[in-house]
Nanobody
Framework: QVVLVESGGGLVQTGGSLRLSCVAS????????MAWFRQAPGKEREFVAV????????YYTDSVKGRFTISRDSPKATLYLQMDSLKPEDTAAYYC???????????????????WGQGTQVTVSS
């Protein structure tokens, strides 16, 4: 069992920045690829960014490329999402996720992940 806890969300104006954190605990040795997803009210959960376990590869959805940066601190088993130049359309609950299955791809579908955090709300005002 892996437990993920996100933090760092909040209310920010357009153009502002936030840094989300996701701390993992439990059987962290089983963890593999990690990712961030988000879900706005009335919409499906969508992929935001992913990083492989060796931290050599990352991938972003087009709408956040050049504005968001995903990173991971191995010793602390913590995943980060630095969000700059925020826009109102970035408003959503943000979730971190990790795989416990084998595979080294940069997965972008929610079903490819085994453990999820409870989410942290990000609201960008115009």
């Amino acid at each position: 069992q892996v437990v993920l806890v996100e933090s760092g969300g909040g209310l920010v104006q357009t153009g502002g920045s936030l840094r989300l954190s996701c701390v993992a605990s439990g059987r962290t040795g089983s963890m593999n690829t990690m990712a961030w997803f988000r879900q706005a009210p009335g919409k499906e959960r969508e992929f935001v960014a992913v990083i492989n376990w060796s931290r050599t590869r990352t991938y972003y959805t087009d709408s956040v490329k050049g504005r968001f940066t995903i990173s991971r601190d191995s010793p602390k088993a913590t995943l980060y999402l630095q969000m700059d130049s925020l826009k109102p359309e970035d408003t959503a609950a943000y979730y971190c996720a990790t795989r416990a299955r084998t595979g080294s791809n940069l997965y972008t579908i929610p079903d490819d992940y085994d453990y999820w955090g409870q989410g942290t709300q990000v609201t960008v005002s115009s």
